[in-house]
């Protein structure tokens, strides 16, 4: 059973004014105009291309179809995003995975090697939603000049304007939105923390495959470091032959 919004006020924060009006008072920025706007600036409907708004404006109540499709057009952005962190570390764009590649393999992972504990199904769909903020707020690293607290800020409210986008056609999909990715921003069962050190892993796949491709052209070394924040034991296994199989490539370029 999803958490309800109706009795909580924390959504009237993000649900008025309507979708509409908030619509009506952007600019016509590019899908995922990050640098442009000062802290506490942004909103997520300035991200928005014009095509996407003129489906979020209401024509008729016959029409909740548009908000789905408007939905999809939005999401459809990670799959064409880079991961910024292998860009600032000089890996080719063309070869760089993009937002949505990261978050399906994780969402592969954690149904394959889920600890006893845990559901699967919900850990799959906790990966697949865990980034979806980034359609619209950007992929956003320590180095982009934008303080932790601001990014938490658009991202949070991107998901509830994603949620008030896609209410119309589903609601009871737009709460589970909400609630999933809650769970994984405050770790606030099992399935979020065994996705969290999912996370961690699939970032040192990554990096790995790319050692892999590139040899040690790009300096890749911090990404490994992640591997001290995983808790699960199942991950961790996984992590460390994966660490193994690493140090032996490096030897070998070194030798």
Aim: charged share 30%; hydrophobic share 35%.
């Amino acid at each position: 059973m999803f958490r309800s919004f109706r009795n909580t006020s924390f959504l009237f924060k993000y649900s008025t004014p309507s979708l509409s009006t908030r619509l009506s008072h952007t600019s016509s920025s590019p899908m995922n105009s990050i640098k442009n706007l000062t802290e506490n600036q942004w909103k997520p409907a300035d991200a928005l291309p014009d095509h996407i708004k003129e489906l979020l404006i209401p024509k008729s109540p016959s029409e909740p179809v548009n908000y789905m499709l408007a939905f999809l057009q939005i999401v459809s952005s990670l799959k064409f995003q880079k991961r910024t962190g292998w860009l600032d570390h000089g890996v080719p764009p063309l070869d760089t995975e993009s937002i949505a590649d990261h978050m399906y393999r994780m969402s592969i992972i954690s149904m394959i090697a889920p600890p006893s504990n845990v559901n699967k199904d919900k850990c799959a769909k906790i990966a697949i939603v865990h980034d979806i903020a980034e359609s619209l707020v950007g992929d956003i690293t320590p180095y982009a000049g934008i303080s932790k607290a601001e990014k938490h800020r658009r991202e949070e409210e991107t998901i509830h304007f994603l949620h008030d986008v896609i209410k119309p056609y589903n609601p009871e999909f737009a709460e589970e939105l909400v609630e999933l990715w809650f769970d994984y921003e405050e770790i606030r069962n099992t399935e979020a923390r065994y996705v969290k050190d999912i996370d961690k892993f699939e970032m040192i796949s990554t990096a790995y495959e790319y050692e892999l491709r590139f040899g040690l052209k790009y300096n890749l070394d911090q990404f490994f470091r992640a591997r001290s924040a995983i808790k699960t034991k199942e991950v961790g296994d996984l992590c460390d032959a994966l660490l193994e199989k690493r140090a032996k490539l490096v030897a070998k370029s070194k030798a």
